[in-house]
């Protein structure tokens, strides 16, 4: 069975700040896919950044950046220079097989003025 | 761009009442997924959809149904609900063959009181 471990359930920073979001998994399969979604407090579930397994190159999307450990299964989200905006729940899932989704627990992230 | 619509945005409903909830994905895309997430809690798999086939099912109950149309839209039909039902409904899409690429509507939120 898939599952996704976010042991961070709060984390805060100040404006301008980089934060890193940790995140594990468990997988036995060799190809799937990585997710990190933002719910900011509209509740609409945002797609911030996606990593393909079989890719050994980090994805980046502008001030989002992953750092994707396969064999240790490790897939953390840094965001640099940190903006109010950013202030939301951060999930972290994993997608294999039939497209099913399976997310961690979140982690709410507050940035401070 | 067109999005995922999900109808209605928001509803109450007493106790052992029927409900029931629509999804119209983004055009050309064959498939849909179902996912509750109750207060403080991480989306959860209920049921997908694939070309007007259920092609997944997960943690749904059995007073739950769903079913896609030949127009693609998906209805979920929750009847006897329950106050533990209260929680956000969201409905995804994507094209099977896109792996990894779901997009979320912006959730129905049900309370039961």
């Known amino acids: 069975a898939q599952t996704v471990t976010q042991s961070q359930p709060e984390m805060s920073v100040q404006e301008a700040e980089t934060v890193t979001l940790s995140c594990t998994y468990d997988?036995?399969?060799?190809?799937?896919?990585l997710f990190w979604y933002k719910q900011p407090p509209s509740r609409q579930m945002i797609l911030v950044i996606r990593q393909e397994a079989y890719k050994q190159q980090n994805a980046t999307e502008n001030r989002f950046s992953v750092n994707f450990q396969k064999a240790a299964k490790s897939f953390s989200l840094k965001i640099s220079d940190s903006q109010l905006g950013d202030t939301a729940m951060y999930f972290c899932?994993?997608?294999?097989?039939?497209?099913?989704?399976?997310f961690g627990q979140g982690t709410r992230l507050t940035i401070n003025p | 761009a067109a999005g995922v619509i999900q109808s209605p945005r928001h509803l109450i409903k007493e106790k052992r009442e029927t409900a029931t909830l629509k999804c119209y994905p983004i055009p050309r895309h064959d498939t849909v997924y179902w996912y509750q997430q109750g207060p403080g809690q991480d989306p959860q798999f209920l049921i997908s959809f694939y070309e007007k086939m259920q092609s997944d099912k997960g943690s749904i109950p059995d007073r739950f149904s769903a079913q896609q149309f030949s127009d693609y839209h998906s209805e979920l039909n929750m009847s006897s609900l329950e106050l533990g039902d209260s929680a956000l409904y969201f409905c995804?899409?994507?094209?099977?063959?896109?792996?990894?690429?779901?997009?979320f509507g912006e959730g129905s939120r049900l309370t039961v009181l």
């Open positions: 899932a994993l997608i294999q097989g039939a497209q099913k989704l399976v």
């Open positions: 995804a899409s994507s094209e099977v063959w896109v792996a990894g690429e779901l997009f």
């Open positions: 997988t036995s399969e060799n190809n799937y896919y």
